[in-house]
């Protein structure tokens, strides 16, 4: 009996150990080399026309700043080169201001194709909605197939403002999404929403950014990509820390 309980715990271990997948970062770009990465980036569209790497705050930063467009030509969209399909994207944005407070438009598990999804961050002094997150989706090259999940915007849990630095964290699993914001220099992340695709349309994809004609001119920084959401760096408080287990129960199943 004995025998047969200990070959039980030591087949159960090899299970365990064998079902272990070791989470990657994917990608970490925080263009101190002062150019575009082109193991990251794909040279065409909007990386190649209005972004540069360019010194601000003395450090490198990625500059994205359109000043022509109507927000609907190939120039408006830039893409990585990284695909993922689970996946905890985190990133660094500081928005400017000239002569509009812009949104910034982060694309992910998106495609040249045009089919991907799309979050707007706007801020507390931005055009429409003000201190709001929104998500969009598109399934290809008809501009028609764009459309908003209205039912899923939501407020910003601390005031998103022009000339500070904010750090965005946007986790994946299968159909289900959940954000997160903070100020850089702040410690914790702040729980913002968590939504669920039950079509889970876009399936696989890398990340990107959208400008929308000359309301567009932010930096980047800082840029990471996993392949697992439960690696990113949140630090979330008390408070938070119970509404993501909630959320993870009845949404996340990470």
Not at 51 to 67: A, C, M, P, S
Not at 90 to 100: G, I, R, V
Not at 147 to 173: C, D, F, M, N, R
Request: hydrophobic letters at 35%; a neutral charge.
């Amino acid at each position: 009996m004995r025998n047969s309980i200990v070959m039980l715990i030591i087949c159960f271990s090899v299970v365990l150990v064998c079902n272990v997948v070791e989470a990657k970062l994917l990608m970490l770009d925080d263009f101190a080399n002062g150019k575009i990465n082109d193991s990251f980036w794909l040279k065409e569209g909007g990386v190649k026309a209005v972004w540069k790497v360019d010194k601000f705050q003395d450090d490198n930063r990625l500059e994205i700043h359109r000043t022509k467009g109507d927000g609907s030509g190939p120039d408006e969209y830039g893409f990585g080169l990284v695909k993922f399909k689970d996946f905890g994207i985190q990133l660094d944005f500081y928005l400017l201001e000239d002569p509009f407070p812009p949104k910034i438009e982060i694309l992910f598990r998106a495609n040249r194709d045009m089919f991907f999804y799309q979050l707007k961050i706007n801020p507390v002094n931005g055009a429409g909605k003000k201190n709001i997150a929104r998500w969009y989706r598109r399934e290809g090259a008809d501009a028609g197939t764009h459309k908003e999940y209205i039912e899923h915007s939501a407020k910003l849990p601390i005031q998103v403002e022009t000339h500070a630095w904010y750090t965005l964290s946007i986790l994946g699993k299968g159909p289900n999404f959940e954000l997160y914001i903070k100020r850089t220099e702040d410690a914790s992340s702040k729980r913002v929403y968590a939504w669920r695709d039950p079509k889970n349309l876009h399936p696989e994809g890398v990340m990107g950014f959208k400008t929308n004609g000359k309301l567009t001119h932010y930096y980047v920084d800082n840029v990471k990509i996993y392949d697992k959401p439960t690696e990113v760096e949140l630090n979330v408080e008390s408070h938070d820390k119970l509404a993501v287990t909630w959320g993870e129960v009845k949404t996340m199943t990470y």
